[in-house]
């Protein structure tokens, strides 16, 4: 894993909703420079403690963009590569890392090689490349594997060199254009063999480069050695953080984290509290209260952090299981954040304050925890690694707690008084539905 990724912080971009595309790459002849609209709010990232821009599709694509017709070509409803260029530069100006998120499981039918099967039949030059059954009978379509049943998502056959060839000039093609990783869409669809075979041949002329695929359920640890891959997307802490605070059951999460310090064991997952693919985090939540102990386990526990854009501003949107089922979750943004509602302010500078603390503490990103104190609704957890550590609180109970925090100081970020600090038998006084980060002695 690149040195570099220590101290990143990712602010995740749904681009195709972020700047109002049209949902339908037909809609419009473009190529329309809708890309550069996200240099306005590259100081707004930096500023909240992000270090990084990680971008959803952005690559000429039919529809969401995950349905990829070239992988080479920035998508013309977001402008060019001229537009992609002038954004790494503005990044770069920032001290902002750029992650490209590859669609590489699957590609959308209009894709020229499957095209070509589609006009050619089974002669045609890039066959291989699918995974195709031939039905007897002239003028017939074949059938093809596809992604969880989507027909207009064409499974790419792994199996076969020249995908394995094209995948990796792709990589190589935008990390040498500036991009410094990839996120590897659907990477749990895709045989971990692939990635093995892939991943060297794009480390050997980018070996400062970082790979994170999207994997859901299953062996992480095991998919990660399998695979090659630096990380994994970790969806298991993802899910216990809000259904602990929902249910004010806080055995789950305590549950969770002792898996998670597992997994930090073979690799450094990619954290989150929200994405392009989920309800938010402030609609998820059952108890508007508690965002504020969702982001303060997300950001002073082990990993690599993604704050999804408009979390950061408490933005709410609820995904549902239809066509379109994304749209609240991925929204046109104002073009500057002047336009921001004020009432989202507060929540941005929560989430900059916590930045700011794990900026102060490096070794987070490492980190273990232990469990000092638990019961259903309060929980004294300890970050740790490398001879450093701090106290996390959390008390999701209609009333006041006062819950141990041994050798704890004072309250680096959150709400509570500390009771003889530094003091073994040191407590901490946590307000309702509060939580606090305390430094310790």
Not at 271 to 287: E, K, Q, Y
Not at 382 to 411: E, M, Q, W
């Amino acid at each position: 894993m690149p040195g570099w990724i220590e101290s990143a912080l990712w602010w995740h971009v749904y681009p195709l909703g972020f700047v109002g595309a049209p949902r339908a790459a037909r809609d419009e002849a473009g190529p329309v420079h809708r890309l550069g609209r996200l240099e306005a709010w590259l100081d707004y990232a930096a500023e909240m403690g992000a270090t990084g821009l990680a971008l959803g599709p952005i690559f000429a694509a039919a529809t969401h963009g995950y349905d990829t017709l070239d992988h080479f070509r920035i998508d013309p409803r977001l402008g060019n590569e001229g537009d992609f260029d002038a954004l790494v530069a503005a990044a770069r100006a920032r001290g902002l890392r750029l992650l490209l998120d590859g669609v590489f499981n699957h590609v959308g039918r209009d894709f020229p090689a499957f095209a070509e099967v589609l006009r050619s039949g089974p002669d045609a030059p890039r066959a291989g490349w699918f995974r195709l059954s031939w039905p007897r009978g002239p003028g017939l379509e074949p059938d093809y594997a596809c992604f969880e049943g989507h027909r207009h998502l064409v499974t790419l056959n792994h199996d076969a060199p020249e995908v394995a060839a094209y995948v990796e000039r792709v990589m190589t093609h935008w990390l040498a254009r500036g991009a410094d990783g990839w996120r590897l869409d659907a990477a749990y669809a895709v045989p971990p063999a692939f990635w093995a075979r892939v991943l060297p041949r794009v480390r050997a002329a980018h070996p400062e480069a970082y790979f994170v695929g999207e994997v859901i359920h299953g062996d992480y640890a095991g998919f990660v050695a399998a695979s090659g891959l630096d990380a994994v997307t970790q969806y298991e802490l993802w899910k216990a953080i809000w259904s602990a605070l929902n249910d004010r059951n806080l055995y789950e999460l305590a549950h969770a984290l002792e898996r998670h310090d597992g997994f930090l064991d073979r690799f450094v997952p990619l954290t989150f509290l929200g994405n392009h693919d989920v309800t938010r985090i402030a609609s998820r939540l059952a108890d508007p209260r508690h965002l504020g102990a969702a982001l303060a386990v997300l950001l002073t526990c082990g990993g690599t952090p993604a704050i999804y854009a408009g979390d950061e501003q408490g933005f709410r949107g609820v995904k549902e299981e239809r066509e379109g089922g994304d749209d609240a979750v991925r929204p046109e943004f104002p073009a500057t954040p002047a336009g921001l509602p004020a009432e989202g302010w507060p929540t941005y500078r929560l989430h900059r304050d916590l930045a700011g603390l794990r900026r102060a503490h490096p070794w987070l990103h490492r980190a273990r925890i232990r469990i000092d104190h638990l019961a259903n609704r309060q929980m004294v957890a300890r970050p740790h690694a490398d001879g450093h550590a701090l106290l996390l609180a959390l008390n999701l109970d209609d009333a006041p707690a006062a819950l141990p925090s041994p050798r704890g100081r004072a309250v680096e970020a959150g709400t509570g008084q500390v009771i003889d600090p530094g003091a073994a038998g040191a407590r901490i006084l946590v307000p309702p539905h509060a939580w606090a980060v305390l430094s310790c002695a």
